[in-house]
């Protein structure tokens, strides 16, 4: 990594030394095109963070690689990162008013007229994401009524049965680190079209969650940070992009970078954190302001045998009650290391952060032994991550819209400030809030910057 540097000079510089930051530097460092990255962390990476537990490295961030997730399979496999089948054989568990209840599937069992209104209902919910235009939501005949209805709103009229209702925000939970009542319907249905459906959000085998990488999904970054060298500077939070008609000027905390463009890839919620000068659009300032991170807390309880798997379960829980929302097997690729994972997220991940370590630590294990039985009581090792502690991170697993915000400030998502240009896996098309989404607006950004410089694209509005 580069070593302290009062100024360079590059040809674009980016903000973020996340997956869509580094994708984007490698892009146009193949373009020939001098690149330099600005990380505010001591680490790259962004919201994928590997750290040794119990003998190996296992992930506190990011871990999966989803069906059809194209780009980021063909990353792993270029940097030479290999993946695994994420376990998921035997009986599943769901917890509702305290009852404890095993199920195999893919849907909790459910009284028959439960099960016909959740399929249904999510029937109904890929065919209206389906009349979004591909990338385009805003184009969408209904926007302006979605945008203006929370999910909540809309599920009560979906799913107008309390137990379907429970598993289905609990869902939502998980996906977005938000309540129901905090996302728009417009919102909702832009990111189930990015992702493929609801149910290829939350499902393993041909789902967001197929595959796990070997060690931990923060290597792919750190392998491409090593293939950039000293492009990449640590420590170095951007605090001031200044831009006029001949490029850019953006001062970090360790080096000072003159440039034609710069790439900012990090949330909007931080973006807005740092001053640009002239002043940005109303509409882009905005949408910083309304785009807040989800809540994530990810908690691991290291164990001495796989237990679970022992009485034929698959570690996989869905529960309305307790701290956390759903728990997966986390065991390592080689058996080594046998452990389950549970996300606490939403509104109960806000207030689990209040708590003490131990009242935490408590809390996750006594639900975890509720479900798995005492066995699970007594682990070798707790390890938990609270994403909104992160202050580079603000949240996890993205940022979030609510009512009004896409219809209102949301054109400003993607579009270019003058010299500026913005990535970030919020604005992706494809997979928004995953790592292919993060590879797949790097790989945009840098597809843009590229063509002004070969001159194919007309100068963007420089504010004044």
Known sequence: MAPFNQEREADVVIVGAGLAGLSAADALARMGKRVVVLEARDRVGGRTLGREIGGRVLDLG??????GQRRLGRLAAELGVATFPTYHSGQKILVRDGRVSTYAGTIPSLPVPGLVALHLALRKLDALAARLPEGRPLAAAEASAWDETTLETAARELLPRADVRELFDAAVRVVFGAEPREISMLYFLAYLRAGGGLMRLVEIEGGAQERRFVGSAQELSIRLAARLGDAVVLAAPAR???QDGRG????????????PYVIVAVPPALA????????????????TQRMPMGSTVKCIAVYDRPFWREAGLSGEAVTSTGPMSVVFDNGSHDGVVHSLLGFVVGQKARVFSER???????????????MFGERALRPSEYVEFDWSTEPWSRGCPVGVMGPGTMTGVGRALREPVGRIHWAGTETATE?????????ESGERAAGEVGARFEGRDEEHFVPS
Not at 62 to 67: E, F, K, N, S
């Open 431 to 439: 997979w928004t809030g995953y790592m292919e989404g993060a590879l």
């Open 248 to 259: 850019v000027v953006v001062t970090s905390d360790e080096v000072v970078v003159r440039a």
């Open 240 to 242: 001031r992009i200044e």
């Open 62 to 67: 990011g871990q999966w690689l989803g069906a």
């Open 356 to 370: 003490p370590l131990e009242e935490r630590r408590a809390v996750v294990l006594g639900s975890l032994g509720r």
């Open 272 to 287: 807005g954190r740092i001053e640009v000068r002239p002043l940005l659009p109303v509409v882009r300032d905005q949408l």
